[in-house]
């Protein structure tokens, strides 16, 4: 059984201009183990490309085209930062970091989203994202405590779009709505996405995301593009396009805390990069890379929307290329995570697969 | 890039016993759709037979090892209702279906539960599944706001559990670490798992379940045959054998409610198929069914672990089956789910792979 391109009852879907992210073969990258067997596993594809567009490495199909959802908050926040927005209100790397994340709307989140709201004039209710109730399991008690509702502020896109409407004011234009496709913030985003990965999202398949932003699909290495240039502009370019680069690096590596949040992937894998790597997940089994002075990218799509896949094809990927220590315990976790019961025991692990795993041997060398 | 059987560091795979629960082949089954555009898609296995072991229809590779987890817990509580512990100790079909169950841990499931082992002179600390917050989130926020800790009697398999405290009373042994390969009441399972599937758990690959107990690794034919005969020996076997089979399948299809939990597929499904259908899911992306009165059963395993797809597969196999009515909305809506954003708008959809879809048409014709 091969893909197929039919119209389901529910969707208007063109394959003139729509690009499954299915692929009829896409490897298997990561396997399951449940004991001394492998319960299951996730197939997916994986690149690496430098800032001149070449690929360097890759699993599966450098060209499959992916919605990579908020694994480019980097690239989106351009916008906030080279308008000047940033800059005319005085922002901190700690909201700069806000705005690339997917945080779990933990207080250290969720208090410093709002207090930048107040500080710009706006509140809470001028989110657009939805109300979400924190990802972080302590946190969510805490606040059912309170009795207080979850709201926007919680929403693990809430930084992003404090960016969005700080864009807005800077620009003079009404932020509602803001949102929207139409709206000159997600133009202006358009723009720098458009820029940086050489694809005009405008021209591409278009879903709206979880925070209810467009959601645009592109060529996997076009997403990797737009990262690895990320870090090149940010050492070549003393534009203000070059400086709102090392900008976004630089909050993206002070802040590995507000990127995620306790526990998850980004925070532990950047906590112990110390700098070297930054990542970034996006949903539906996305995650990409950025590494700092080598003017590389790394971009991963499990096929199947596993994050816990992608974590570990992402540590496994910069483990290879060095741009982490493989021989961290705090890395070694991350690439082979243990799977524990309700009672605590060990009872099994994801690692990747043996074929995957022996081609990121010879890979970089 | 093709499953290799190498084995990692963390784990004593032995490929001359083990299967893995990965195939080249396995075909595509559901697509994600979000907008315009599929998002990613999931690959699996599933297989339709009946009572005498012949496969009706099959999707990937029926011969697949699996492990099928709480997907057969029907199966294993034939240690309960057949050695007569169940009706020692006066069991209501409601205690029944909490054996057969991964429930949500809302209080119709724990309260039942924590009674029940009172009732048998046990207390909710002798279950040695572990604790487990409730997975229904409105039941967990109200146990967070009392300020009492999650127990074992909310963990999904407390109800299995205690019925295995209930066998092993009646059987006249200690009950202390029921849980444990070598207890007599895991024994008693083994040999009505042997016996309806024709394969002894003890020659398979073994691990340890999420509740703590034994989880062996069967191949997917042999799993819904051992389902399907659960229904003829219903029909059949007048002997305490297949009074044992009745009286469980009365029960599952007498409470969808109890079998899952609110809003879970389980209990939508089993609700709207009133008793033509009963469904139970397993951890890792499992989904089995048995089709009452028609010695047929189902077995799905996703490859990569989603439950999501699992369910899309089995609401759309016995749609074509003809076992629930596919023009009910309230099936319609669970063999193509919508995915709904903090917004609350639908912007995406579950919805069977084209060429699944196809090959389900004529499936059973």
Chains 1, 2 share one sequence.
């Not at 133009?187 to 021209?203: K, Q």
């Amino acid at each position: 059984m091969s893909p197929g391109r039919s119209e389901p009852s529910h969707s208007p879907y063109d394959p003139a201009t729509s690009d499954p992210a299915i692929s009829g073969d896409a490897p298997c990258l990561v396997d399951v183990w449940r004991g001394p067997f492998i319960e299951g596993g996730h197939r997916g594809h994986a690149v690496v490309v430098d800032a001149d567009g070449r690929i360097v490495a890759h699993w599966g199909d450098p060209d499959l085209s992916v919605m990579p959802r908020s694994a480019i908050k980097s690239l989106q926040a351009l916008a906030l930062v080279e308008s000047g927005a940033a800059g005319s209100f005085g922002l901190a790397d700690a909201e700069i970091a806000l705005a690339l994340a997917s945080h779990s709307g933990e207080v250290q989140h969720a208090s410093r989203v709002a207090a930048w709201l107040d500080r710009i004039g706006l509140a809470v209710d001028d989110l657009e994202c939805g109300a979400q109730a924190p990802m972080h399991r302590d946190s969510a008690d805490a606040l059912v405590r309170t009795g207080a509702p979850a709201t926007p502020a919680h929403n693990n896109c809430s930084g992003k779009h404090a960016g969005f409407l700080t864009t807005a004011i800077h620009l003079g234009v009404d932020p509602k709505s803001y949102i929207g496709f139409d709206h000159p913030v997600q133009a202006l985003v358009r723009e720098h996405l458009h820029g940086m990965t050489d694809i005009d999202p405008a021209s591409r398949p278009r879903g709206i995301d979880g925070c209810s932003i467009p959601a645009h699909a592109l060529p996997l290495r076009n997403v990797a593009l737009g990262l690895a240039r990320l870090d090149a502009h940010s050492q070549d370019d003393q534009s203000a396009h070059g400086q709102a680069c090392r900008r976004i690096l630089a909050a993206w590596a002070a802040h590995p805390e507000l990127i995620a949040g306790t526990g998850r992937f980004d925070t532990r894998l950047m906590t112990a990069a110390k700098g070297r790597a930054l990542t970034k997940a996006g949903a539906e089994g996305v995650s990409c890379a950025v590494i700092p002075g080598r003017r590389l990218a790394v971009a991963v799509k499990i096929e199947d929307g596993a994050e816990r896949a992608a974590s570990v094809v992402m540590a496994a990927v910069l483990s290879a290329l060095g741009a982490v220590d493989r021989d961290d315990p705090a890395i070694r976790s991350l690439v082979g995570p243990t799977i524990t019961n309700w009672n605590g025991l060990s009872v099994g692990a994801l690692a990747p697969h043996a074929a995957f795993a022996d081609s990121l041997r010879g890979a970089f060398q």
